[in-house]
């Protein structure tokens, strides 16, 4: 018996946002804006329903994700350091 199709389009979205992650590296944000949908759902589709999936390609997108979190305040302030050159 098989799932709702919504049940498998969210599936196969959550399949395609973790390649996505894994090929390019991306940020949760950066994922979100790519599909057109919110960060917590970016977050949940790769944290939660593509375990039930794809074990191994929800391990390799998790792994992409703490390096972006880990590296995220890097980020933040580069961000800010640049905002601040250009308006002086």
Known sequence: MQGTPLKGYIEERAIRMAEYIVENKATVRQTA?????????????????LKGVNPTLAQEARKVLDVNKSERHIRGGLATREKYLHKH
């Open 33 to 49: 804006k790519e599909f057109g949908i919110s960060k917590s759902t970016v977050h949940k589709d790769i944290t939660e329903r």
